[in-house]
């Protein structure tokens, strides 16, 4: 038998502000916000397992608390990292305790802009700058430092925003829905143009596919001429590629699939050469770029 979720609690006394102690527990337990993720209601039992601690402590009266539980069971999905910027107004509102339905609504309203911002605050600006200096880094200097400290930059960022938001957001209410919902638009195609350039910085300094053809009785570098159209062409190309196909419905995986097909293939043949140092070193390429997989293993190292 489906519970029905009261309009108003029992005990409408205002409960005592949280302690720091509280809020703290309820930042670290958000991290497991997806720990229990489903189809259903895709982030709700990780939401309720991270404000639990606070629930508790504002609803003494057990009626109370059992309603709150239920409610905050609802539909949720939002950025991870930015999820305590809805766990602080919800608080509020609890800790006032607000409607059930009103609650229900803010954080509906707070929680659905969180998914476009993040990404594009986190996974499109924040990932792909972190990434790129540390990953040169450690291909320049042959060292673990660049991963360890893109570890150590990244965590430490999503933790600052995690804590912030908590205590902002707690002390702010429910002026902060209309401060986010006024701005959201803005903000989110601001930092999505900033990720898209530093994508694309990314696939011109690291975009290393080229063309090993040699076409004609002239022996005419095909790669040539098209670094003398546009430099890094076939990286591009092969982006936007993989985008289009993203945008006809394919799945990441099938994406992955495709490139390793195509590029172990390609490199069988002698199509691709990419930075492959023992094609380049060994000087046994056929005539027209043609460089037989097997070759490149069976040609005898210096040692032998």
Not at 77 to 89: K, R, S
Not at 207 to 219: A, C, D, H, N
Request: hydrophobic share 45%; with cysteine; charged share 15%.
């Amino acid at each position: 038998m489906a519970y029905n979720i009261p309009e108003k609690y029992q005990d409408l006394t205002p409960a005592q502000p949280l302690d720091k102690k509280t809020l703290n527990k309820m930042v670290w337990l958000s991290c497991f916000l997806q720990a229990s993720f489903n189809y259903e209601r895709m982030q709700a039992c990780g939401w309720l397992w991270s404000m639990l601690p606070g629930l508790q402590k504002i609803h003494t009266n057990k009626e109370d608390l059992k309603a709150s539980m239920a409610h905050n069971l609802d539909f949720l999905n939002t950025h991870p990292f930015l999820v305590t910027f809805v766990m602080g107004i919800v608080l509020s509102l609890e800790q006032n305790k607000a409607d059930t339905q009103t609650i229900r609504s803010v954080r509906i309203s707070a929680a659905s802009p969180l998914g476009g911002i993040g990404d594009a605050l986190f996974w499109l600006t924040l990932v792909p700058i972190t990434a790129g200096l540390t990953a040169n880094m450690a291909m320049e200097q042959k060292s673990l430092v660049g991963a360890i400290l893109f570890l150590i930059i990244f965590n430490a960022v999503q933790f600052v925003v995690r804590f912030g938001l908590m205590y902002w957001s707690y002390g702010l209410g429910t002026k902060a829905v209309t401060m986010l919902t006024s701005n959201a638009k803005e903000f989110t195609r601001a930092a999505s143009i900033l990720g898209i350039f530093v994508v694309g910085a990314l696939i011109a300094n690291y975009g290393s596919t080229t063309l090993r053809l040699i076409v004609g009785e002239t022996q005419i570098n095909v790669q040539s001429l098209l670094d003398g159209v546009l430099p890094k062409l076939i990286p591009l190309l092969i982006t936007l590629g993989i985008y289009a196909l993203i945008k006809k419905g394919w799945t990441p995986v099938k994406c992955i699939v495709l490139i390793l097909v195509v590029g172990i293939v390609g490199c069988a043949f002698g199509i691709w050469s990419g930075d492959s140092k023992v094609q380049d070193e060994a000087g046994n390429a056929l005539p027209g770029g043609y460089t037989p997989l097997v070759e490149w293993y069976q040609y005898p190292t210096p040692e032998e």
